[in-house]
């Protein structure tokens, strides 16, 4: 059986927040505070495959697909390189994600308009 010590569990826990709860937050972050622009989506969605897709509603299914393929394509090569080759997979998944995207969603609503 194995046991986790205290330096096991910090170790866990900054494991946790640098690879998930930091990419996320940045990534909410920046759909609040720059809704709907392409590069943002892109560049969240290369530096952080699969967090970055929570910038676009409806994130949860493209995340499972991209897991997915990244199990797959580690167990295929057993390439050190998974995080590049994901962000590129990533990045191009997000571009598909914009264009299937109606123009409507595209542009921030102002909300001084009514």
């Known amino acids: 059986m194995v046991t986790v010590g205290p330096d096991g569990l910090v170790i866990l ?3 946790f927040f640098i690879t998930i709860a930091i990419p996320a937050w940045v990534t909410l972050f920046v759909k609040k505070k720059m809704p709907g622009k392409l590069w943002a989506g892109l ?7 699969m967090i970055g897709h929570l910038y676009i509603d409806g994130s949860a299914l493209y995340i499972f697909i991209l897991f997915g ?3 797959i394509i580690k167990k ?20 598909i994600r914009f264009r299937k995207l109606p123009a409507s969603t595209m542009t921030p609503k102002d909300p001084a308009k009514k």
């Open 69 to 71: 393929i990244a199990v």
């Open 13 to 15: 826990l900054l494991v």
């Open 76 to 95: 295929a090569t057993e390439s050190l390189n998974i995080w590049l080759i994901m962000s590129f997979i990533s990045a191009l998944t997000m571009y």
């Open 43 to 49: 560049a969240l969605s290369f530096f952080f495959p």
